[in-house]
């Protein structure tokens, strides 16, 4: 009896020591990095998003931002603050610009149609708004070092939209939301 007792205080000391001993490097190696890895959200998707809206808008800018999980694409407009915007975002073969349906070349591994309901100039004095030139890349965005994005390039401004096809790496999830004067589409750097 007392040898079955022995035996089993050996076995509980073992696998605590063997416990801690497993335990020991990741919290030595998260303690030694001085930092541990971002939590990025998941189940974002690659299904088209849309939403409509009848208000006028024009687009101002658009620039760009690399975050830890994703990198960011964002359309400056500030008549949408008084209605919701309309926007139609999705994944597409070919690039091709609205209103004449020329192909544009875009770079990357897979490329993400935005149009948003924001023309490039006021539509009431038809005065320039954004300066975006067809088949272009987008004027003052440069996509150096980013993770996801690879290339940005204006389609056209056509009936009351602006077209953006967005070249990136692979076809990732991504989001899209939209504040009171901005559109946002966030796209993962990985599933």
């Known amino acids: 009896m007392r ?7 050996l076995a509980a000391t073992a696998t605590v ?16 990095a001085g930092t541990t890895a971002a939590a990025c959200e998941t189940g974002w998707g690659s299904l088209p998003r849309t939403a409509s809206s009848s208000a006028p808008a ?8 690399s975050h830890d999980c994703y990198d960011r694409i964002v359309f400056d407009i500030p008549a949408g603050s008084t209605s919701r915007l309309g926007y139609y975002v999705q994944y597409v073969d070919a690039f091709e610009q609205d209103g004449s349906g020329d192909p544009i070349p875009v770079s990357g591994g897979a ?17 320039v708004t954004y300066p ?30 602006s077209q953006v096809g967005l070249g990136v790496r692979a076809r990732l999830p991504f989001k899209v939301t939209q ?3 901005k559109l946002v589409v966030d796209v993962a750097h990985s599933w």
Do not use: C, W
């Open 3 to 9: 040898k079955a007792s022995r035996g089993a205080l």
């Open 111 to 127: 490329i993400l149609e935005v149009r948003v309901q924001a023309a490039s100039y006021d539509m009431e004095n038809h005065q």
């Open 17 to 32: 020591s063997l416990s801690l001993v497993v335990a020991a490097p990741t919290a030595f190696a998260e303690g030694s």
């Open 179 to 181: 504040l009171s004067d």
């Open 132 to 161: 975006g030139k067809a088949k272009q890349p987008l004027p003052g965005v440069d996509l150096t070092g980013y993770k996801t994005f690879r290339d940005a390039k204006f389609g056209a401004s056509f009936e009351g939209y």
């Open 58 to 65: 024009f687009l101002t800018n658009v620039r760009t931002g």
